[in-house]
T-cell receptor
């Protein structure tokens, strides 16, 4: 199982772009990279998933370099409501044990 | 998180009692994950189940904890003889074939 490493916390201000990087040096060929967002007292929520290069949806972008040993979640123009914990998860799409890392606690201030 | 139903949302038990947490995955899904989250900590994998089969229980404590997912009905996480350290939020997740996890809102156990 690929282990992930993320910064424990990040601070930002409203309107800024936030980039959260996750390291996964031993990612396997069949592994995808998935990011989740968790608000206090709620279950995690899927944000975005990718395999390589760049993926974009209405919420975020995910940048994955060619060696796939890291990935960067990009949140454009954050608002106060983006204050949450963000988890990077690496695993095969097949049914398997999925282990979360420690997550990154993002605090957005006015 | 629509579709994954957990109950009860909140449960209070005294030390030594039993706690039963239930999870119904998304309709048509036959796999569930259980995770535990202690206050101010991350999600810890506990067990991964398929209907009538435990696929991976490497995250389950060796004693007092058990999980099942019967052919009919919800998955149940059972904690016997609860202790204060069992106080946590317990989340159930239902996986899609793409690997994306859909989480329930969690069951918050408080042990007095």
């Amino acid at each position: 199982l690929a282990k992930t490493t993320q910064p424990i916390s990040m601070d930002s201000y409203e309107g800024q772009e936030v980039n959260i990087t996750c390291s996964h040096n031993n990612i396997a060929t069949n592994d995808y990279i998935t990011w989740y967002q968790q608000f206090p007292s709620q279950g995690p929520r899927f944000i975005i998933q990718g395999y390589k290069t760049k993926v974009t949806n209405e919420v975020a972008s995910l940048f994955i370099p060619a060696d796939r040993k890291s990935s960067t979640l990009s949140l454009p123009r954050v608002s106060l409501s983006d204050t949450a914990v963000y988890y990077c998860l690496v695993g095969d799409t097949g049914f398997q044990k999925l282990v979360f890392g420690t997550g990154t606690r993002l605090l957005v201030s006015p | 998180n629509a579709g994954v139903m957990q109950n009860p949302r909140h449960l209070v038990r005294r030390r030594g009692q039993e706690a039963r947490l239930r999870c119904s995955p998304m309709k048509g899904h036959s796999h569930v994950y259980w995770y535990r989250q202690l206050p101010e900590e991350g999600l810890k994998f506990m067990v991964y189940l398929q209907k009538e089969n435990i696929i991976d229980e490497s995250g389950m404590p060796k004693e007092r904890f058990s999980a099942e997912f019967p052919k009919e009905g919800p998955s149940i996480l059972r904690i016997q003889q609860v202790v204060r350290g069992d106080s946590a939020a317990y989340f159930c997740a239902s996986p899609r074939a793409t690997g994306e996890l859909f989480f329930g809102e969690g069951s918050r156990l408080t042990v007095l």
